[in-house]
C-alpha cells in the first residue's frame, strides 16, 4: 500500500469527481480507502451500479453513509431498511444530510417496516426499534398523507401509532381507534383519549413544574379546576394562552394580563371574540398590537402556528421550515404573499406550493427575510434569490449548495469577494473568461480545492498541482482527467486493480 502523504487527497478527490466512471468508483469501496468513504456514499450522486455494490457492502459505515445520501432517491435509500445493523437503520431513519430542509418521503412500505418494527426478545441493540422510529417522526420523511392514513391503515401496529395523534384526528377516526378489533390498538387509543379529557389530564397532571406540565397545559383539554389554580397562583400562564381549550373566561382574563408574552399569545388564539381582539389591537406594547392586527377573524388554529413557526425566530435561524401535519391551505398563503406586513410575506414565502406569480413577486420583496425564506423554500426560486441567500446566510449554505437553483456558473464578479466561500464558489465556474490560475494560492484552503478542480486550467498545469499537497485533491477532483489517469492514481494509492476479486 502506498504510504504518500497524497494518498488521502487522491482519494478524497477522486470520489469527488464528477466525470468517474464507475469501474474508478467501485475501486474505492476497497478499505484501503476508507479516508473517501464519506465523500463517495455520502456526498455525491451515485450510478446504480455503485448504489448496488454499496448496500451489499460489509462495512457498516459505508452502508450508513449511503443512508444519509441526499442525492440518493429515497427508494434506494430505503433498500437498507432491513439492514442486520441497527445503525444503518437509524442513519436512514434520520433522514439525508445535511439536516434540515424539506427532504422527500421514504416509500410508504419502507416506513411502515420502520415504524412497526420489533426487537427480538432479549436483544440489547445499539439502537432500539422505539428510538429508530422516534428518529424517523423528527426527520420530515412521513409525509402528511401517510399519517393520515394511519388510523385506517390495514397494519394495527400503525392504526396504534395514530392513536398518539388523538388531537388531529377526526371524531370518528377516534370512535374507530377506540373500537378496533385489535386490543392494542383499542388500548393505544384509550390511553391518548386521555388528551381531550379535561378530568383524565387533570388526574395525569404533575404538580411541580416540569416538561410534561407544561405540554399538557399547552396543548391538551383542561378542566375548570386546573384553570382556576393556575390563574390563582400566577402560573403557567402562557401554557394556558397558547391551548385552544382554555375556556373564553379565562382567555379574557389572560388578554388583560400584566405579562405581554401572555397578551400576545392570546392576540394569536383563532377563538378570540371581535371586542376582545379590537381591544389588543390597541395594546401599549408593540408586539401584543401587532399580533393581533395582522390577522383578520376568522382565523384557524394551523394559521396560527404557521405564523408561530417564522415569528419566533429569525429567518436566519429558522432556515426550511419543516413541514407541519396541519398546514393551511395555498389559498391563504397566498393571500398573506400580498400582505402589508412582512411577517406574513415571510409566512407565505415558506409554502412551496406558493403560485409562480407570487414567488416572483417575494422575489423582489424589500424585507430581506422574505426573499431569503423563499429561496430555503421554494423550488421555484429564481437563481438570483438562491444566490443572493447564500451570499448573505452563510449558516444556509451547506443546505443551499443542494438546491439546483444555486448558480453554478455566471460568478465572474465574485472570484474576488472576501468571503471565502463565495469566491470558491466562482473558483468552480466553468464559463469562467481565463482558467482562475491566480486563486490557486489564495489563503483559505476551500478556494484553492476548487480552482485545482476546474477544468478549465491547462492538462499540464492539473498534472503539476496533482503534486502539490494543498491542491492534490482539487486536482484528483478535475473533470478533466481521464478514466486511465483516475484508475492510475488509484494504482499509486495501493488499491486493488478493478478486475481483481
Known sequence: MSTSPLMEPWLRGVAANSSAPSEVLLRLLDTTASTAWTVLCEQRELPADVVDAVIAHPRREIRRALARNRHVAPTQRGRLVDDADARVRGSLAGGPRPRFGRVEALPDDVLETLLTA??????????SATEIGEELGFSGQIPSSFRRRM??????????LAAR??????????????????????????????????????????DPDCHHRRVLLTNYAVSRTVVDACLAEDRNLWGLAHNPYTPADAVLRLARHRDPRIRERIASRADLDPSTLAELSQDTNETVRMRARIQTLPRTWEQRDAIDRVAQRSAEDVGPVAEMFLEPDTGWYSTCARSEH?????????????????VDLLADDPDTDVRHLLAYNHPLASARTVLDAFIATPRQRPYLL?????????????????????????????????????????????????AAGNPLLPA???????????????????????TER????????????????
Do not use: I, K
Not at 118 to 127: N, Y
Not at 489 to 497: I, K, V
Open 460 to 482: 499540464e498545469l492539473v498534472s503539476t498541482l496533482l503534486q502539490g499537497p494543498e491542491t492534490a485533491e482539487g486536482a484528483a477532483a478535475n473533470p478533466s482527467l481521464s
Open 165 to 206: 395523534l388523538w388531537t388531529w384526528l377526526s371524531p370518528a377516526q377516534r370512535a374507530d381507534l377506540l373500537a378496533d378489533p385489535d386490543p392494542a390498538v383499542r388500548d393505544a387509543a384509550r390511553d391518548h383519549s386521555r388528551s381531550l379529557d379535561p378530568a383524565a389530564m387533570e388526574a395525569d397532571l404533575p
Open 118 to 127: 420489533q426487537d427480538a426478545p432479549g436483544a440489547a441493540p445499539f439502537l
Open 402 to 450: 443542494t438546491l439546483p437553483q444555486l448558480p453554478r456558473t455566471g460568478l465572474e464578479d465574485f472570484l474576488g469577494h472576501e468571503d471565502p466561500e463565495v469566491r470558491a464558489r466562482a473558483a468552480a465556474d466553468t464559463t469562467l473568461r481565463q482558467p482562475p490560475v491566480h486563486l490557486l494560492t489564495d489563503p483559505d484552503a476551500r478556494v484553492r480545492l476548487a
Open 486 to 501: 483516475l484508475h492510475e492514481l488509484l494504482d499509486l494509492c495501493g488499491l486493488p486493480a478493478a478486475d481483481a476479486p
Open 342 to 358: 412582512p411577517l406574513l410575506r415571510r409566512v407565505a414565502a415558506t409554502c412551496p406550493g406558493l403560485p409562480e406569480a407570487l
Open 151 to 160: 388510523a385506517g391503515h390495514t397494519n394495527p401496529g400503525l392504526r396504534a
